[in-house]
């Protein structure tokens, strides 16, 4: 609220009159010690020019139970022009088949009983179906290595993920690109990001861990993070290398399941 309102060149005092309370219930609104009436977040942000940056914060620190992180983040994937992707471990939500997403929710979440595990991949693969939809948004995505080369399932499952990466790289709506392992410096260690940019809202960063998704529209994060994404993308291989290591993957996989048949024949004897 005090980063906007020195930009837009407000005084606590113009704001105040503008809400009907004192200087001081502003300054200690700014300083976290009182909480904004729901009522007027919306005339403060129009106030300001936030542009809506102000509404959503608000329901992000004081309304959680509205809409849960993964949610809050599908609505803007869903109404988004381009979205710039990294991920480091797993396959992005929206790119998952139904066996690896069964998969990441049984290794991420080992006390989910089988039917809350089956249910989670559901409503996950009919999220990205409303995302990636014909008149869904562009997606730029680097992948590390790391998240086909480290099976979270069988061969069989990544296998089948691995030829719907390929699959959406080549239909010409994904431009996917994988960052090799040996490549330094390495910009994204940090863990999964993304970038989600609508013709209606300011840029979104959404940076992810295991179990929260937090979003900032704050200008200096975000930049900063164009930046990385940029260099990221610079370092990574091509997209038309990338189909190429990726096919190599899936040789991998059907080696190793043929190795593990080989296997199981020896030890029956047939």
């Known amino acids: 609220m005090a980063r906007v309102r020195h930009s837009s060149g407000m005084t606590q005092a113009k704001v105040a009159g503008r809400l009907g309370y004192t200087k001081g219930f502003i300054s200690q609104?700014?300083?976290?010690?009182?909480?904004?009436?729901?009522?007027?977040?919306?005339?403060?942000?129009?106030?300001?020019?936030?542009?809506?940056?102000?509404?959503?914060?608000?329901?992000e620190l004081y309304a959680p139970e509205q809409l849960d992180w993964q949610e809050r983040?599908?609505?803007f994937q869903a109404s988004a022009e381009l979205i710039?992707?990294?991920?480091?471990?797993l396959v992005p939500g929206n790119f998952q088949t139904k066996g690896y997403a069964e998969a990441a929710f049984a290794a991420g979440a080992p006390w989910l009983k089988r039917k809350q595990i089956e249910g989670r991949?559901?409503?996950?693969?009919?999220?990205?179906?409303?995302?990636?939809?014909?008149?869904?948004?562009?997606?730029?995505v680097v992948l590390d290595d790391m998240v086909v080369l480290r099976p979270i399932a069988e061969n069989a499952v990544m296998r089948e993920q691995v030829e719907a990466l390929i699959g959406l790289a080549t239909s010409g709506r994904v431009q996917l690109q994988l960052y090799d392992w040996g490549t330094?410096?390495?910009s994204g260690p940090d863990g999964a990001f993304s970038l989600i940019t609508s013709p209606s809202a300011p840029e979104v960063l959404?940076?992810?861990?295991?179990?929260?998704g937090q979003m900032t529209d704050e200008p200096q994060m975000v930049r900063g993070f164009v930046?990385?994404?940029?260099?990221?993308?610079?370092?990574?291989?091509?997209?038309?290398?990338?189909?190429?290591?990726?096919?190599?993957?899936i040789r991998k996989y059907e080696d190793d399941e043929s190795a593990l048949a080989q296997v199981d024949l020896q030890r029956w004897g047939t």
């Not at 710039?84 to 471990?89: K, N």
């Not at 930046?227 to 993957?249: D, G, I, M, T, W």
């Open 29 to 59: 609104l700014e300083c976290g010690w009182k909480r904004l009436d729901a009522s007027k977040v919306r005339v403060l942000d129009d106030f300001l020019g936030a542009e809506s940056r102000l509404v959503r914060l608000y329901e």
């Open 73 to 75: 983040l599908h609505l």
């Open 84 to 89: 710039r992707q990294y991920s480091c471990v």
């Open 121 to 140: 991949a559901t409503n996950r693969i009919e999220r990205a179906a409303r995302v990636m939809g014909d008149d869904g948004p562009q997606y730029h």
């Open 184 to 186: 330094l410096p390495h």
């Open 206 to 212: 959404h940076a992810e861990s295991v179990y929260l």
């Open 227 to 249: 930046s990385l994404f940029s260099r990221l993308q610079a370092n990574a291989r091509s997209a038309k290398e990338s189909v190429a290591y990726l096919r190599q993957v």
